[in-house]
């Protein structure tokens, strides 16, 4: 039971690249989550998805789009990367839209040149 | 909008000691409250969740209370290891949607 785990770890991008990151669960879950981590700002929700076939915007979409391909799998794409997306990002998962705990992933740390 | 703030944003302390972390919150009305610990360049572990009709959660030398009516939740942790040293955030789910929103987190050091 691997929980949450993420792809790639690690990505260095030049301005006006593009790239998915992948992020899967193997708990069953039904809503999942994308977040970003930046140092004095604290965990921002991206987007998420309540159950298969719904995404949300959260409080920092622009620049994201999301596919919750499967109830497994959520991805989270840059069309076109800026060097404020630096950033580490996390997804996350739970069982009830926000009424059970998240478990998160190792994260996904992104440099945006 | 619902604001999380946890103050200090650093704390040092000696083995042994018992401590407190306090997480504040603006908008009373909360589903449930959360306390994640993080490792450095790790994500997070769920610590502890306190629903809104609860007042307290305990996991062994952790106990997190809560007090929805004035905002405030505290995480005790008695006889501190340096196994502890890590960051401590406090999230709350409030709103329409459901979000967490997340407090800065407080990095603890449980120095030898």
């Known amino acids: 039971n691997a929980g949450v785990t993420q792809t790639p770890k690690f990505q260095v991008l030049k301005t006006g690249q593009s790239m998915t990151l992948q992020c899967a669960q193997d708990m069953n879950h039904n809503s999942m989550y994308w977040y970003r981590q930046d140092p004095g700002m604290g965990l921002r929700l991206i987007y998420y998805s309540a159950s298969e076939g719904t995404t949300d915007k959260g409080e920092v979409p622009n620049g994201y789009n999301v596919s919750r391909l499967n109830k497994r799998e959520f991805s989270l794409r840059l069309e076109s990367a800026a060097p404020s997306q630096t950033s580490v990002y996390f997804c996350?998962?739970?069982?009830?839209?926000?009424?059970?705990?998240?478990?998160f992933g190792p994260g996904t740390r992104l440099l945006v040149l | 909008k619902q604001e999380v703030t946890q103050i200090p944003a650093a704390l040092s302390v000696p083995e042994g000691e018992n401590l407190v972390l306090n997480c504040s919150f603006t908008?009373?009305?909360?589903?449930?409250l959360q306390w994640f610990r993080q490792d450095p360049g790790k994500g997070l572990t769920s610590l502890l969740l306190i629903q809104s009709s609860q007042r307290e959660q305990t996991s062994g030398r952790l106990n997190a209370s809560l007090d929805k009516s004035s905002g405030r939740s505290t995480l005790y942790i008695a006889a501190s290891q340096p196994g502890d040293s890590a960051t401590y955030l406090c999230a709350v789910l409030s709103g329409a949607n459901s979000k967490l929103t997340f407090g800065k987190g407080i990095t603890l050091s449980v120095r030898p």
């Open positions: 908008d009373s009305a909360i589903y449930n």
């Open positions: 996350a998962s739970s069982d009830l839209a926000g009424q059970e705990t998240q478990y």
